[in-house]
C-alpha cells in the first residue's frame, strides 16, 4: 500500500496535461478482469484526501475518469490507470 501512495503522490504532481492531451490518453491495455474495483479507486481518492467524489466510470482511452474536488476546493477531472490507481492526468 505504501508503495501505491509513493507512486499515486509522484504521478500526481506531473499528471497536469491539457485537456486535448488528455482526451487521447491511454492509461492501460491490460484486460478488465485486471482492474482494480471502483471501491478501491474511491478510497485511494478519499485517502489521499479528494472529497465529492462523482461516479468513476471507464472510459474510451481504458481508464477510469472521475470528478473529484482536491485538497484546495478545486473541482477536476482525474484519469486513473484502472490496474493500479495511479494518477496519469488532471484537468
Known amino acids: 500500500m505504501r508503495r501505491r501512495a509513493i507512486l ?11 485537456p486535448a492531451e ?6 492501460t491495455t491490460a484486460d ?5 474495483p471502483v471501491a ?19 472510459d474510451d482511452g481504458k481508464c477510469y475518469v472521475v470528478q473529484a474536488t482536491d485538497q484546495t476546493g478545486a473541482q477536476k ?3 486513473l490507470d484502472p490496474t493500479d490507481g495511479a494518477l496519469m492526468a488532471m484537468e
Not at 488528455?22 to 492509461?27: F, R
Not at 478488465?32 to 482494480?36: A, E, I, N, P, V
Open 22 to 27: 488528455a482526451a487521447n490518453l491511454q492509461c
Open 77 to 79: 477531472t482525474l484519469y
Open 40 to 58: 478501491a479507486i474511491k478510497k485511494m481518492l478519499q485517502d489521499h484526501g479528494f472529497t465529492k467524489i462523482g461516479a468513476i466510470k471507464p
Open 8 to 18: 499515486f503522490a509522484a504521478l500526481f504532481a506531473l499528471a497536469v496535461v491539457p
Open 32 to 36: 478488465k478482469s485486471k482492474w482494480l
